[in-house]
Protein backbone atom coordinates (compact mmCIF):
# COMPACT_ATOMS: atom_id res chain seq x y z
CA UNK A 1 0.00 0.00 0.00
CA UNK A 2 0.95 3.59 -0.82
CA UNK A 3 1.66 5.60 2.26
CA UNK A 4 0.20 8.44 0.63
CA UNK A 5 -2.67 7.04 -0.40
CA UNK A 6 -2.84 4.93 3.36
CA UNK A 7 -6.34 5.63 5.39
CA UNK A 8 -4.42 7.42 8.04
CA UNK A 9 -2.10 9.31 5.76
CA UNK A 10 -3.38 13.22 6.91
CA UNK A 11 -0.73 15.14 4.87
CA UNK A 12 2.22 14.21 6.89
CA UNK A 13 5.62 15.96 6.13
CA UNK A 14 7.54 13.63 6.82
CA UNK A 15 8.10 10.16 7.15
CA UNK A 16 10.84 7.98 7.53
CA UNK A 17 11.93 4.15 7.94
CA UNK A 18 15.15 3.47 9.56
CA UNK A 19 16.57 -0.61 9.65
CA UNK A 20 19.96 -1.58 11.75
CA UNK A 21 20.47 -5.02 11.04
CA UNK A 22 23.57 -5.23 13.46
CA UNK A 23 21.10 -4.27 15.99
CA UNK A 24 18.12 -5.87 15.23
CA UNK A 25 16.48 -1.58 15.20
CA UNK A 26 13.24 -1.16 12.65
CA UNK A 27 11.64 1.97 13.42
CA UNK A 28 9.73 4.31 11.62
CA UNK A 29 9.36 7.98 12.19
CA UNK A 30 6.27 9.88 11.19
CA UNK A 31 6.52 14.13 10.98
CA UNK A 32 2.52 15.28 11.10
CA UNK A 33 2.79 19.27 11.38
CA UNK A 34 5.75 21.50 12.53
CA UNK A 35 3.19 25.16 12.08
CA UNK A 36 3.76 26.23 15.65
CA UNK A 37 7.15 24.35 16.28
CA UNK A 38 9.57 21.59 16.15
CA UNK A 39 7.71 17.96 16.09
CA UNK A 40 7.79 16.81 19.60
CA UNK A 41 5.88 13.13 20.68
CA UNK A 42 7.31 9.99 22.26
CA UNK A 43 8.98 6.90 20.93
CA UNK A 44 6.69 3.76 21.11
CA UNK A 45 8.05 0.21 21.52
CA UNK A 46 5.73 -2.41 21.14
CA UNK A 47 6.08 -6.05 18.73
CA UNK A 48 4.03 -5.02 16.21
CA UNK A 49 2.07 -7.87 14.70
CA UNK A 50 2.82 -6.73 11.01
CA UNK A 51 4.75 -3.40 9.31
CA UNK A 52 1.39 -2.16 8.38
CA UNK A 53 0.23 -2.36 11.92
CA UNK A 54 3.35 -0.29 13.13
CA UNK A 55 2.29 2.42 10.27
CA UNK A 56 -0.78 2.75 11.02
CA UNK A 57 -0.09 3.49 14.69
CA UNK A 58 2.68 5.97 14.09
CA UNK A 59 0.67 7.76 11.67
CA UNK A 60 -2.28 8.20 13.38
CA UNK A 61 -0.36 8.90 16.93
CA UNK A 62 1.70 11.76 15.25
CA UNK A 63 -1.40 13.59 14.09
CA UNK A 64 -2.60 13.16 17.57
CA UNK A 65 0.59 14.79 18.98
CA UNK A 66 -0.53 17.89 16.34
CA UNK A 67 -3.98 18.68 17.64
CA UNK A 68 -2.67 17.47 21.45
CA UNK A 69 0.15 20.30 21.74
CA UNK A 70 -2.62 22.89 19.58
CA UNK A 71 -4.52 22.59 22.07
CA UNK A 72 -2.49 22.79 25.42
CA UNK A 73 -1.47 26.27 23.76
CA UNK A 74 2.36 25.10 22.93
CA UNK A 75 4.90 25.98 20.78
CA UNK A 76 5.27 22.31 19.46
CA UNK A 77 3.89 20.50 16.70
CA UNK A 78 2.94 16.75 16.35
CA UNK A 79 5.53 14.09 15.79
CA UNK A 80 5.66 10.14 16.79
CA UNK A 81 8.32 7.69 16.28
CA UNK A 82 7.31 3.50 16.76
CA UNK A 83 10.23 0.75 16.98
CA UNK A 84 9.09 -2.84 16.05
CA UNK A 85 9.87 -5.46 18.44
CA UNK A 86 9.19 -6.34 22.32
CA UNK A 87 11.06 -3.92 24.76
CA UNK A 88 11.05 -6.73 27.69
CA UNK A 89 12.91 -9.19 24.97
CA UNK A 90 14.46 -6.88 22.45
CA UNK A 91 16.13 -3.89 23.74
CA UNK A 92 19.63 -3.35 23.86
CA UNK A 93 21.64 -0.48 24.84
CA UNK A 94 23.07 -0.84 21.23
CA UNK A 95 19.38 -0.62 19.33
CA UNK A 96 18.24 2.55 21.51
CA UNK A 97 22.32 4.43 20.42
CA UNK A 98 21.29 2.45 16.86
CA UNK A 99 18.68 4.93 17.40
CA UNK A 100 19.88 8.31 18.63
CA UNK A 101 21.82 8.33 15.61
CA UNK A 102 18.63 8.10 13.19
CA UNK A 103 17.39 10.83 15.29
CA UNK A 104 19.82 12.77 14.96
CA UNK A 105 20.39 12.22 11.00
CA UNK A 106 16.37 14.39 10.84
CA UNK A 107 18.28 17.41 11.96
CA UNK A 108 15.72 18.63 14.92
CA UNK A 109 13.06 17.94 12.49
CA UNK A 110 11.79 15.83 15.52
CA UNK A 111 12.46 15.46 19.23
CA UNK A 112 11.54 12.00 20.75
CA UNK A 113 10.45 11.56 24.60
CA UNK A 114 9.36 8.45 26.99
CA UNK A 115 6.73 6.58 25.69
CA UNK A 116 4.90 2.85 26.12
CA UNK A 117 7.84 0.42 26.12
CA UNK A 118 10.45 2.88 26.44
CA UNK A 119 11.79 4.61 29.62
CA UNK A 120 13.70 7.72 30.55
CA UNK A 121 16.77 5.75 30.96
CA UNK A 122 16.31 4.49 27.48
CA UNK A 123 15.99 7.65 26.37
CA UNK A 124 19.05 9.29 27.75
CA UNK A 125 21.18 6.15 26.30
CA UNK A 126 19.19 7.76 22.48
CA UNK A 127 20.48 10.84 23.82
CA UNK A 128 24.48 9.74 24.27
CA UNK A 129 24.03 9.91 19.98
CA UNK A 130 21.26 12.80 19.44
CA UNK A 131 20.14 16.08 21.19
CA UNK A 132 17.02 15.79 19.87
CA UNK A 133 15.66 13.96 23.18
CA UNK A 134 13.33 15.26 26.19
CA UNK A 135 12.52 14.65 29.03
CA UNK A 136 15.48 13.52 30.04
CA UNK A 137 16.76 15.79 32.80
CA UNK A 138 16.69 15.52 36.27
CA UNK A 139 14.71 17.95 38.15
CA UNK A 140 11.97 19.06 40.55
CA UNK A 141 8.72 17.83 39.18
CA UNK A 142 5.52 19.62 38.74
CA UNK A 143 4.45 18.09 42.00
CA UNK A 144 7.52 19.11 43.85
CA UNK A 145 8.89 15.95 43.77
CA UNK A 146 12.11 15.13 42.28
CA UNK A 147 11.95 13.80 39.11
CA UNK A 148 13.94 11.93 36.48
CA UNK A 149 12.46 13.72 33.31
CA UNK A 150 9.23 11.42 33.43
CA UNK A 151 6.15 13.12 32.13
CA UNK A 152 3.81 10.18 33.65
CA UNK A 153 3.33 11.87 36.85
CA UNK A 154 2.21 14.82 34.87
CA UNK A 155 0.08 12.79 32.45
CA UNK A 156 -1.62 11.25 35.11
CA UNK A 157 -2.64 14.17 36.81
CA UNK A 158 -3.95 15.77 33.67
CA UNK A 159 -6.18 13.01 33.63
CA UNK A 160 -7.50 13.00 36.72
CA UNK A 161 -8.03 16.87 36.04
CA UNK A 162 -9.75 15.84 32.86
CA UNK A 163 -11.78 13.22 34.70
CA UNK A 164 -13.01 14.85 37.05
CA UNK A 165 -14.16 17.72 34.74
CA UNK A 166 -16.13 14.98 32.45
CA UNK A 167 -17.53 13.87 35.86
CA UNK A 168 -18.82 17.16 36.86
CA UNK A 169 -20.21 17.75 33.61
CA UNK A 170 -22.15 14.27 33.04
CA UNK A 171 -22.67 13.32 36.61
CA UNK A 172 -23.22 16.46 38.35
CA UNK A 173 -20.46 15.34 40.55
CA UNK A 174 -17.90 17.84 42.18
CA UNK A 175 -16.28 14.90 43.88
CA UNK A 176 -15.44 11.63 43.16
CA UNK A 177 -16.17 10.04 46.86
CA UNK A 178 -17.59 6.46 45.94
CA UNK A 179 -17.41 7.08 42.49
CA UNK A 180 -16.94 4.02 40.40
CA UNK A 181 -14.20 3.66 37.36
CA UNK A 182 -12.97 0.88 35.64
CA UNK A 183 -9.26 1.42 34.81
CA UNK A 184 -7.93 -0.43 31.31
CA UNK A 185 -3.67 -0.57 31.86
CA UNK A 186 -1.88 0.27 34.94
CA UNK A 187 0.85 1.18 33.69
CA UNK A 188 3.56 4.01 34.44
CA UNK A 189 0.34 6.19 33.91
CA UNK A 190 -2.80 3.97 34.58
CA UNK A 191 -1.48 3.62 37.88
CA UNK A 192 -0.69 7.03 39.41
CA UNK A 193 -3.94 7.92 37.79
CA UNK A 194 -5.35 4.57 39.48
CA UNK A 195 -3.81 6.21 42.70
CA UNK A 196 -5.05 9.54 41.99
CA UNK A 197 -8.48 8.09 41.82
CA UNK A 198 -8.31 5.94 45.19
CA UNK A 199 -6.73 9.31 47.05
CA UNK A 200 -10.09 10.63 46.23
CA UNK A 201 -12.50 8.14 46.99
CA UNK A 202 -13.04 6.33 43.79
CA UNK A 203 -13.66 2.84 43.75
CA UNK A 204 -11.49 0.89 41.51
CA UNK A 205 -11.89 -2.41 38.75
CA UNK A 206 -8.25 -2.92 36.68
CA UNK A 207 -6.58 -4.90 34.19
CA UNK A 208 -3.40 -5.11 32.57
CA UNK A 209 -1.65 -7.36 30.66
CA UNK A 210 1.16 -7.56 32.93
CA UNK A 211 -0.35 -9.52 36.12
CA UNK A 212 2.13 -7.61 38.94
CA UNK A 213 1.24 -4.42 37.67
CA UNK A 214 -2.62 -5.94 38.37
CA UNK A 215 -1.42 -6.98 41.81
CA UNK A 216 0.19 -4.29 42.59
CA UNK A 217 -2.68 -2.09 42.19
CA UNK A 218 -4.78 -4.57 44.28
CA UNK A 219 -2.28 -4.62 47.13
CA UNK A 220 -1.69 -1.33 47.36
CA UNK A 221 -4.51 0.56 45.86
CA UNK A 222 -7.22 -1.61 46.72
CA UNK A 223 -8.71 -2.06 43.13
CA UNK A 224 -9.91 -5.28 42.11
CA UNK A 225 -8.89 -7.31 39.28
CA UNK A 226 -10.36 -8.06 36.51
CA UNK A 227 -10.67 -9.47 32.57
CA UNK A 228 -9.93 -8.05 29.53
CA UNK A 229 -12.77 -9.09 28.46
CA UNK A 230 -14.98 -8.08 30.98
CA UNK A 231 -13.13 -3.96 31.60
CA UNK A 232 -14.65 -2.30 29.26
CA UNK A 233 -18.02 -3.79 30.49
CA UNK A 234 -18.54 -3.18 33.32
CA UNK A 235 -21.31 -1.08 35.59
CA UNK A 236 -19.13 1.55 36.62
CA UNK A 237 -19.31 5.01 36.00
CA UNK A 238 -16.39 5.61 34.08
CA UNK A 239 -13.74 3.82 31.91
CA UNK A 240 -10.60 5.06 31.97
CA UNK A 241 -8.83 3.06 28.63
CA UNK A 242 -5.02 3.69 29.56
CA UNK A 243 -3.30 1.37 27.21
CA UNK A 244 -3.06 1.14 23.63
CA UNK A 245 -5.36 2.82 21.24
CA UNK A 246 -8.81 2.03 19.13
CA UNK A 247 -10.33 0.64 22.01
CA UNK A 248 -13.81 2.51 21.27
CA UNK A 249 -14.99 0.63 18.07
CA UNK A 250 -18.33 -0.88 16.71
CA UNK A 251 -17.86 -3.99 19.56
CA UNK A 252 -17.13 -2.37 22.63
CA UNK A 253 -19.14 0.85 22.26
CA UNK A 254 -22.48 -1.39 21.97
CA UNK A 255 -21.43 -3.03 25.36
CA UNK A 256 -20.19 0.28 27.78
CA UNK A 257 -22.07 0.78 30.71
CA UNK A 258 -20.36 3.42 31.83
CA UNK A 259 -21.90 7.18 31.37
CA UNK A 260 -18.04 9.20 30.54
CA UNK A 261 -15.25 7.37 28.73
CA UNK A 262 -11.91 9.33 30.16
CA UNK A 263 -8.93 7.61 29.75
CA UNK A 264 -4.90 8.70 28.95
CA UNK A 265 -4.97 6.51 26.12
CA UNK A 266 -3.82 7.54 22.67
CA UNK A 267 -6.49 7.49 19.89
CA UNK A 268 -9.09 5.22 21.61
CA UNK A 269 -11.04 5.89 18.72
CA UNK A 270 -11.05 3.08 16.46
CA UNK A 271 -12.80 5.29 13.69
CA UNK A 272 -13.99 9.23 13.53
CA UNK A 273 -17.67 8.11 13.60
CA UNK A 274 -17.35 6.32 16.83
CA UNK A 275 -17.37 9.49 18.36
CA UNK A 276 -20.74 10.42 16.95
CA UNK A 277 -21.40 6.55 18.19
CA UNK A 278 -20.94 7.20 22.13
CA UNK A 279 -23.09 10.53 21.38
CA UNK A 280 -25.96 8.19 20.36
CA UNK A 281 -25.64 6.10 23.40
CA UNK A 282 -25.38 9.21 25.94
CA UNK A 283 -21.84 8.43 26.79
CA UNK A 284 -19.64 11.62 27.57
CA UNK A 285 -16.27 11.62 25.53
CA UNK A 286 -13.18 13.50 26.86
CA UNK A 287 -10.96 13.53 24.07
CA UNK A 288 -7.75 11.51 24.76
CA UNK A 289 -5.79 14.44 23.05
CA UNK A 290 -7.15 16.86 25.09
CA UNK A 291 -7.07 15.40 28.81
CA UNK A 292 -3.66 13.16 28.51
CA UNK A 293 -1.69 16.64 27.82
CA UNK A 294 -0.22 16.88 30.95
CA UNK A 295 3.32 14.84 29.87
CA UNK A 296 3.87 16.83 26.84
CA UNK A 297 2.87 20.47 28.96
CA UNK A 298 5.79 18.94 31.24
CA UNK A 299 8.24 17.98 28.76
CA UNK A 300 7.75 21.24 27.22
CA UNK A 301 8.77 22.91 30.38
CA UNK A 302 11.66 21.15 30.58
CA UNK A 303 12.68 22.31 27.14
CA UNK A 304 11.98 25.99 27.74
CA UNK A 305 13.21 26.78 31.45
CA UNK A 306 10.99 24.48 33.97
CA UNK A 307 9.43 25.79 36.83
CA UNK A 308 7.17 23.52 38.84
CA UNK A 309 4.38 25.76 39.75
CA UNK A 310 4.12 26.91 35.96
CA UNK A 311 3.61 23.53 34.92
CA UNK A 312 0.85 22.28 37.54
CA UNK A 313 -0.69 25.81 36.65
CA UNK A 314 -1.20 25.18 33.17
CA UNK A 315 -1.96 20.72 33.45
CA UNK A 316 -4.87 21.95 35.63
CA UNK A 317 -5.90 24.10 32.38
CA UNK A 318 -7.12 20.94 30.96
CA UNK A 319 -9.95 20.73 32.99
CA UNK A 320 -11.13 24.07 31.79
CA UNK A 321 -10.57 23.75 28.71
CA UNK A 322 -12.55 20.05 28.65
CA UNK A 323 -15.50 21.99 30.40
CA UNK A 324 -15.76 24.10 27.23
CA UNK A 325 -15.37 21.33 24.73
CA UNK A 326 -18.48 19.56 26.68
CA UNK A 327 -20.08 22.64 26.51
CA UNK A 328 -19.95 23.66 23.05
CA UNK A 329 -20.81 20.27 22.12
CA UNK A 330 -24.06 19.77 24.39
CA UNK A 331 -24.87 23.51 23.08
CA UNK A 332 -24.37 22.77 19.14
CA UNK A 333 -25.10 19.07 19.14
CA UNK A 334 -21.81 17.84 18.23
CA UNK A 335 -19.58 15.15 19.04
CA UNK A 336 -16.98 16.30 21.68
CA UNK A 337 -14.07 15.31 19.24
CA UNK A 338 -15.53 17.22 16.45
CA UNK A 339 -15.26 20.15 18.63
CA UNK A 340 -11.48 19.36 20.12
CA UNK A 341 -10.39 19.24 16.35
CA UNK A 342 -11.98 22.42 15.54
CA UNK A 343 -10.42 23.87 18.27
CA UNK A 344 -7.13 22.58 17.13
CA UNK A 345 -7.16 23.10 13.41
CA UNK A 346 -7.75 26.42 14.48
CA UNK A 347 -4.47 27.28 16.39
CA UNK A 348 -2.23 24.87 13.81
CA UNK A 349 -3.50 25.80 10.48
CA UNK A 350 -3.35 29.73 11.48
CA UNK A 351 0.34 29.71 11.64
CA UNK A 352 2.41 30.13 8.82
CA UNK A 353 5.03 27.58 8.57
Known amino acids: MSVFSHPEFDNHQHLSFFSDPETGLRAIVAVHNTNRGPALGGCRMYPYASDEEALRDVLRLSKGMTYKSALANLDLGG ?15 ALLEAMGRFLEQLGG ?28 AARLGFDGQPSNGDPSPATAYGTFVGLKAAVAHKLGRSDLEGLTVAVQGIGNVGYR ?26 DELGATAVSGD ?15 GAVLNDDSIGQLQAKVVAGAAN ?12 VERGI ?3 PDFVINAGGIIDVCYERNGHDA ?29 VI ?5 EERFMGVAR
Request: hydrophobic content about 40%; glycine content about 8%; overall charge negative.
Open 267 to 278: NQLALARHDEAL
Open 109 to 136: LYIAAEDSGTSVADLQVMGRQTRNVAGV
Open 309 to 337: ATVREHVETIGDTLSEIFARSEHGRQPTG
Open 230 to 244: EILKLDVDVVAPCAL
Open 79 to 93: GKSVIIGDPRAHKSE
Open 193 to 218: LARHLSEAGAKLWVHDVHGESVERAV
Open 340 to 344: ANRLA
Open 284 to 286: LYA
